[in-house]
């Protein structure tokens, strides 16, 4: 029998240095959520289908279990910490943290990962909008902590676009054509929207596309609508952009719209300038729970691709000296030296191999920019050319 040795699409392995950061990296932001307080929760990656019912639209990895049950791949951790709530007795309020792998069946050439390491908090049961800067604030803080410091995080409302889609009474169809348009940013798009559903609404919906930015921004939006949800939505936005005061990271998007479809309040999603893609999310999500019979607890998370993120740091920190490796060669004889030149010496490993000349060309092929060579009970030291 032979073999299949390729990967599914939207998978693929993390080797060596990759590895080892993606693993850093999950405990380093793991403790920054522990140190504000959060606590750690785990779910299964398997659960039952209709534990994501709030977000059927999202392309899940189905299976039956062997009593011809449906279950999926869980595709966020949200959801999953929702049924957590309502099913082992746990009561709000709670601030909680987690991280493990998502899974999502994107569509194929898309470019798009269908695995990935997510980490993040959820702050269950708190109404005030301090839950929402509690969220920004936190992921600025564990971003500048992770050495990322040129990105920046779009300030969005859910209850805009849940405003224009029932004051305009749109269906499931028309509905995802206005979804997509917003999504897209397409003038063309939009405007072909507003040309078969006419309304009262027309300046601030045609506007959409090009309302994002400073928050000046948000004056320019209320000056094209008396929509009272949206007003508020407006305010909402405007006070956690002053509340938390980083203008250099901060900006508003009116038409921002989340992929998942529960969220209810303020949305937020963060980019850079070297990441092709958004690698933080999040917002307000009231009404989750009462897809389990509970209660509707108020509730704010943010979700951080850490996956992303290393890719990100990775790319940024290419050429720094701070990945500078120094290969430390030895003889049996000289086994306890080397000990202690490696205790003492940053970012160093052991030579394994008998011959000097094996250590060098090994050192060369992995781009270590050091060798020590120790072999001789004297230290000497030599440069590695790459």
Same mark, same amino acid.
């Given at each position: 029998m032979k073999w299949n040795r390729n990967l599914p699409i939207g998978t693929r392995d993390k080797l060596f240095k990759e590895a080892a950061s993606a693993y850093d990296m999950e405990h380093q932001v793991n403790r920054s959520f522990h140190a504000r307080g959060y606590q750690r929760i785990e779910t299964p990656v398997i659960e039952f289908d209709d534990v994501f019912s709030a977000i059927n639209d999202m392309n899940l990895y /189905?299976?039956?279990?062997?009593?011809?049950?449906?279950?999926?791949? /869980?595709?966020?951790?949200? $959801?999953?910490?929702? &049924?957590?709530? $309502?099913?082992?007795?746990?009561?709000?309020?709670?601030?909680?943290?987690? $991280? @493990?792998?998502?899974? &999502?069946?994107?569509?194929?050439?898309?470019?798009? /990962?269908?695995?990935?390491? +997510?980490?993040?908090?959820?702050i269950i049961g708190f109404a005030s909008i301090k839950a929402e800067i509690e969220c920004i604030t936190s992921a600025i803080g564990v971003l500048k902590q992770l050495g990322i410091t040129d990105f920046q995080i779009e300030i969005g409302h859910a209850a805009i676009?849940?405003?224009?889609?029932?004051?305009?009474?749109? +269906?499931?169809?028309?509905?995802?054509?206005? &979804? +997509?348009?917003? +999504?897209n940013k397409s003038l063309f798009g939009i405007r072909s929207f507003v040309a078969s559903h006419p309304s009262a609404m027309d300046a601030f919906i045609l506007a959409l596309p090009r309302l994002f930015g400073s928050v000046d921004t948000i004056q320019e939006a209320r000056d094209l609508t008396d929509n009272v949800v949206i007003l508020e939505a407006l305010a909402q936005m405007e006070t956690i952009v002053q509340i938390v005061d980083a203008p250099e990271h901060l900006s508003v998007d009116i038409g921002l719209v989340q992929e998942l479809h529960y969220y209810t309040g303020a949305i937020f999603r963060g980019y850079a300038d070297m990441s092709a893609v958004h690698f933080l999310s999040g917002g307000r999500y009231d009404s989750l729970f009462a897809q389990f @019979?509970?209660?509707?607890?108020?509730?704010?998370?943010?979700?951080?691709?850490?996956?992303?993120?290393? $890719?990100?740091? &990775? /790319?940024?920190?290419?050429?720094?000296d701070a990945d500078a490796k120094v290969f430390i060669h030895y003889s049996l004889e000289t086994t306890q030296l080397a000990e202690e030149v490696l205790a003492q010496t940053p970012n160093a490993s052991l030579s394994f191999f008998d011959e000097l000349s094996e250590s060098i060309a090994y050192a060369e092929k992995w781009q270590f920019s050091k060798l020590i060579d120790v072999s001789n009970n004297t230290i000497l030291e030599l440069e590695v050319t790459s």
């Amino acid at each position: 029998m032979k073999w299949n040795r390729n990967l599914p699409i939207g998978t693929r392995d993390k080797l060596f240095k990759e590895a080892a950061s993606a693993y850093d990296m999950e405990h380093q932001v793991n403790r920054s959520f522990h140190a504000r307080g959060y606590q750690r929760i785990e779910t299964p990656v398997i659960e039952f289908d209709d534990v994501f019912s709030a977000i059927n639209d999202m392309n899940l990895y /189905r299976f039956f279990d062997k009593k011809g049950r449906l279950t999926v791949l /869980r595709p966020d951790m949200t $959801s999953p910490i929702g &049924r957590v709530i $309502s099913t082992t007795g746990v009561t709000p309020p709670l601030k909680l943290c987690y $991280s @493990g792998k998502v899974f &999502r069946a994107n569509e194929e050439l898309a470019g798009e /990962r269908n695995e990935m390491t +997510q980490a993040g908090i959820e702050i269950i049961g708190f109404a005030s909008i301090k839950a929402e800067i509690e969220c920004i604030t936190s992921a600025i803080g564990v971003l500048k902590q992770l050495g990322i410091t040129d990105f920046q995080i779009e300030i969005g409302h859910a209850a805009i676009y849940q405003a224009i889609v029932q004051t305009l009474g749109l +269906q499931e169809n028309d509905e995802e054509a206005f &979804r +997509q348009a917003l +999504q897209n940013k397409s003038l063309f798009g939009i405007r072909s929207f507003v040309a078969s559903h006419p309304s009262a609404m027309d300046a601030f919906i045609l506007a959409l596309p090009r309302l994002f930015g400073s928050v000046d921004t948000i004056q320019e939006a209320r000056d094209l609508t008396d929509n009272v949800v949206i007003l508020e939505a407006l305010a909402q936005m405007e006070t956690i952009v002053q509340i938390v005061d980083a203008p250099e990271h901060l900006s508003v998007d009116i038409g921002l719209v989340q992929e998942l479809h529960y969220y209810t309040g303020a949305i937020f999603r963060g980019y850079a300038d070297m990441s092709a893609v958004h690698f933080l999310s999040g917002g307000r999500y009231d009404s989750l729970f009462a897809q389990f @019979g509970e209660d509707n607890w108020p509730a704010v998370g943010l979700a951080l691709n850490l996956d992303e993120i290393v $890719s990100l740091k &990775r /790319r940024t920190l290419k050429n720094k000296d701070a990945d500078a490796k120094v290969f430390i060669h030895y003889s049996l004889e000289t086994t306890q030296l080397a000990e202690e030149v490696l205790a003492q010496t940053p970012n160093a490993s052991l030579s394994f191999f008998d011959e000097l000349s094996e250590s060098i060309a090994y050192a060369e092929k992995w781009q270590f920019s050091k060798l020590i060579d120790v072999s001789n009970n004297t230290i000497l030291e030599l440069e590695v050319t790459s």
